[in-house]
């Protein structure tokens, strides 16, 4: 068939494919060649629908079960939509507003999907299901999630997230180990009779604990806290939305599992081993923790209030006297 009966459009399409796989020492004929044996691409091969349906494997007979662990796992995929964003900020040398604002709005948007979400968690299974299924899971537990502690880290200098008793001493010139060992999380995960580690703790550090040390040193001075620094025209809007990310991560997001927590731990730890043993009650509620990525966007009433007003209105039904 002639050239000429190729519309323009095509024989510019093969001369840039021409152009480029010359570019890269590679011959454009053989990857055509290619295509005529290559099946269509469909949408369940795409996306690996059937392996992706095969990973719900629950440990006991309970149907809500089921529920347990795809809600986990849409919410760990939903994390790592996050950590893509923010690695993306992160790489950005000469960072612009529009570029940080456009990503971070991206953050925000799916930390509000997680955090309307949570309701699947405390409606969507009979409690009496879930606190005997619970049990045959320990010591496994969502504090063990390593991509939100990665978040944490892409987030903030890592002295703003060393424990609230600890916190004032930190300059963040200690070593890597010594701040590591004083994260908030670390005193979530003790035993309420003894203050030991859990095995909890102790399963995930074994884990996720170097990799977790060497993002607190690569992202030192490029979580979002230093690339909003480095950023040259910083607006009103781009503080407001480190402020919204700040308060989805640090307030509602955290409030979200404690309000679970309420209707299926109850409020007195020793009626049941909580999750993983750990000590959710004083780990889940930010007015207790008080992690704030970005403190110096925060007026000092603001801090102190930290979380305070949502607990009252959402868990016990009351507004803030």
């Known amino acids: 068939m002639p050239h000429t009966q190729y519309p323009a459009e095509t024989l510019e399409k093969i001369k840039l ?20 044996y290559a099946d269509y691409l469909t949408y369940w091969d795409y996306i690996n629908l059937d392996t992706l349906l095969s990973l719900q494997q629950p440990k006991t007979s309970f149907k809500d079960e089921k529920i347990f662990i795809i809600y986990h796992q849409i919410t760990e995929l939903y994390f790592k939509l996050i950590i893509w964003e923010m690695e993306q900020i992160a790489e950005q040398e000469d960072i612009k507003a529009a570029f940080f604002k456009e990503r971070l709005e991206r953050v925000i948007m799916y930390f509000d999907h997680l955090i309307s979400s949570f309701t699947v968690m405390w409606k969507g299974m009979e409690k009496d299901q879930f606190l005997k299924f619970r049990m045959s899971l320990l010591p496994s537990s969502g504090f063990q999630s390593a991509q939100f502690r990665v978040i944490e880290i892409l987030s903030t200098p890592v002295q703003n997230l060393v424990h609230l008793e600890e916190r004032m001493d930190f300059s963040g010139q200690e070593s890597v180990q010594e701040l590591f060992d004083n994260l908030y999380w670390q005193f979530g995960a003790t035993e309420l009779a003894t203050g030991e580690k859990t095995l909890t703790l102790k399963n995930f550090e074994k884990k996720y604990g170097k990799e977790l040390k060497e993002l607190i040193v690569n992202y030192k001075d ?31 997001w955290p409030l979200a599992h404690y309000k679970s927590a309420v209707r299926y731990l109850q409020r007195n730890p020793e009626d049941i081993a909580a999750t993983g043993g ?10 207790f923790q008080k992690v704030v990525f970005y403190p110096e966007l925060w007026t000092e009433e603001e801090k102190d209030n930290w979380g305070k007003g949502w607990v009252v209105k959402e868990i016990f039904g009351q507004e803030e006297i």
């Open 278 to 287: 750990t000590n959710w009650q004083k780990y889940l509620p930010p007015r």
């Open 17 to 36: 494919l021409q152009e480029k796989f010359k570019a890269s020492g590679q011959d454009l004929s053989s990857y055509l060649e290619g295509l005529l």
């Open 222 to 252: 490029n979580n979002l806290w230093g690339k909003y620094r480095q950023c040259k025209d910083v607006d009103q809007e781009l503080t407001d939305l480190m402020k919204s990310m700040d308060l989805k991560a640090n307030v509602f």
